[in-house]
């Protein structure tokens, strides 16, 4: 089974604080995505990575960082934390098909961010 | 501008009954749909997906119907039990090149099965 794995199900953190949400998959997946989900906003996504040290901005990078220095280990980085960014955050990885088509997402159990 | 519509925030049926999710795309460059499941506090788990080039798929008691002149698709859970009571979001990939694809999700429906 694939195992995506977000270091915290639960964080509090204070206002301006730098927060780094960690995730790692393994199942060798070329792509991984960090998203945020809030009601009636659905799924947004924050950014995505193709490959080791690749990335491109989602729909709301504003605010947030990522790295990916390993095939298997996306992290997400708020730089200072705002309150606006309290949210559920969703790690997820695929792979491509060898015909190039895009494969189902992977979800971790998510993170649960409060900022205060 | 929504890309990928779903146009019922919630549903309420019947256990026994089926359950029909639909989800309205704007994008016919769009070549391959996804349907998940979402319980609270959980990540969405991947249920079921349809290539552009199918009419419909079958998985057990899920069946995803596309109809592409209507850029329309939906889901079918059928018999709906209580434990099908989650939010379902309707996924779509565009088709472009490299290996950089990435979804576009709807805003997902409720669907609440009553015992």
């Known amino acids: 089974d694939v195992k995506v794995t977000q270091s915290s199900r639960y964080l509090v953190k204070r206002t301006g604080e730098k927060v780094f949400l960690e995730c790692v998959q393994d199942m060798d997946h070329e792509n991984m995505f960090w998203y945020r989900q809030d009601p009636g906003l659905g799924l947004r996504l924050i950014y995505f990575?193709?490959?080791?040290?690749?990335?491109e901005k989602g729909d709301i990078p504003e605010g947030y960082s990522v790295s990916r220095e390993k095939k298997e280990r996306f992290s997400l980085i708020l730089e200072s934390a705002s309150t606006n960014q309290t949210s559920m955050y969703l790690c997820?990885?695929?792979?491509?098909?060898?015909?190039?088509?895009?494969?189902?997402?992977?979800f971790g159990q998510g993170t649960r961010l409060t900022v205060v | 501008d929504q890309q990928v519509k779903q146009n019922s925030p919630s549903l309420s049926v019947q256990e026994g009954r089926i359950s029909i999710l639909n989800c309205d795309y704007t994008?016919?460059?769009?070549?391959?749909f996804l349907w998940y499941k979402k319980y609270p506090a959980e990540g969405p788990t991947f249920l079921i997906s349809i290539s552009s080039i199918k009419d419909k798929n079958e998985d057990g008691r899920f069946t995803v119907f596309l109809n592409k002149s209507a850029k329309h698709l939906s889901l079918h859970i059928v018999p709906s039990q209580p434990g099908d009571s989650a939010v379902y979001f309707c996924a779509a990939s565009p088709r472009v090149a490299g290996n950089n694809r990435k979804l576009i999700w709807g805003l997902g429906t409720s669907l609440a099965v009553n015992p």
């Open positions: 990575s193709y490959d080791v040290k690749m990335k």
């Open positions: 994008n016919s460059m769009f070549d391959y």
């Open positions: 997820a990885s695929s792979f491509i098909s060898g015909t190039g088509s895009v494969t189902e997402a992977f």
